[in-house]
């Protein structure tokens, strides 16, 4: 084990080169470096990356200003850690997110916004989801066929970018706030990129009604109109049940690590 105690997650669980071990590599390429303080930071999409990866391309000196904000799309592995960085970090941590509200998320973003990542998992179903007619249920009944669940970073598991087995801090967007302090008592200052990617739905007006089987071209002029569903309208019990399922692991990590209360939907009996 190392000095600080701290253990990677998957480097023991294939007994081959390390840079062979594929699950130890998955998460080690998300994981970078704060270069003032040596900080390690594994980041997951979807949960405020953008706005932590522009204040670590602030603070290494890479962008003057949030006006160069564009510049982390192609710069996600510039800050990777090195296998040294990665062992002799003085502070690590990771923010994770409701696994239901990332998903919902993750298909109001990426998926009826058609981004490349709807076009890919379109052809993965060999063209069968409709570009105007695909719904949440579509969605994750897709993602539910063997592979494609890892097959894009936006709804892999948050597990799968777990690097370490324990960080210094493990941070809930749900409570971001409490990271922002956090962080900055460790000389880490955070940069809110939230208004500068749209990514998410929190500037839109949030409706209530059940939408799991409203098609993308509606949900996509709702937010033309500046409207938006809530994450919870996109499940029913069958959905909630079928994603339970398919993200066990994140459920329970996110249970286990933030506060269950803050879940979209309360624990299984």
């Known amino acids: 084990m190392t000095p600080s105690g701290r253990l990677l997650r998957y480097a023991?669980?294939?007994?081959?080169?390390?840079?062979?071990?594929?699950?130890?590599?998955?998460?080690?390429?998300?994981?970078?470096?704060?270069?003032?303080?040596?900080?390690?930071?594994?980041?997951?999409?979807?949960?405020?990356?953008?706005?932590?990866?522009?204040?670590?391309?602030?603070?290494?000196?890479?962008?003057?200003?949030?006006?160069?904000?564009?510049?982390?799309?192609?710069?996600?592995?510039?800050?990777?850690?090195?296998?040294?960085?990665?062992?002799?970090?003085?502070?690590?941590?990771?923010?994770?997110?409701?696994?239901?509200?990332?998903l919902a998320s993750v298909f109001l973003d990426k998926i009826t916004g058609r981004y490349p990542d709807f076009w890919a998992l379109h052809r993965r179903e060999r063209d069968q989801l409709d570009p105007d007619e695909t719904t949440f249920r579509d969605f994750v009944a897709a993602i539910s066929e063997p592979g494609a669940l890892e097959a894009n970073i936006h709804w892999r598991p948050q597990v799968d970018f777990l690097v370490y087995e324990n960080y210094d801090d493990v941070f809930a967007l749900e409570r971001f706030g409490d990271a922002v302090a956090r962080l900055a008592q460790k000389g880490i200052a955070v940069a809110d990129a939230r208004a500068l990617t749209g990514h998410g739905t929190g500037h839109l007006v949030t409706e209530e009604g059940a939408v799991a089987d409203t098609p993308i071209h509606v949900l996509a002029e709702m937010k033309r109109q500046g409207r938006a569903p809530r994450h919870a309208a996109l499940y029913d019990a069958a959905l909630i049940t079928q994603v339970r399922a398919l993200y066990g692991g994140d459920i329970t990590l996110y249970e286990t690590c933030c506060r269950a209360e803050d879940m979209l939907f309360a624990p299984a009996s």
């Open 12 to 102: 023991r669980t294939q007994l081959v080169p390390l840079h062979l071990n594929t699950a130890h590599e998955a998460a080690a390429v998300q994981a970078l470096v704060h270069y003032p303080t040596g900080a390690v930071y594994s980041f997951i999409p979807k949960n405020a990356c953008s706005t932590l990866r522009m204040s670590f391309a602030l603070a290494n000196g890479c962008i003057a200003g949030p006006e160069d904000w564009v510049w982390i799309h192609p710069n996600n592995g510039t800050f990777r850690a090195t296998l040294r960085e990665l062992v002799t970090a003085p502070y690590t941590f990771v923010v994770l997110r409701c696994p239901f509200a990332r």
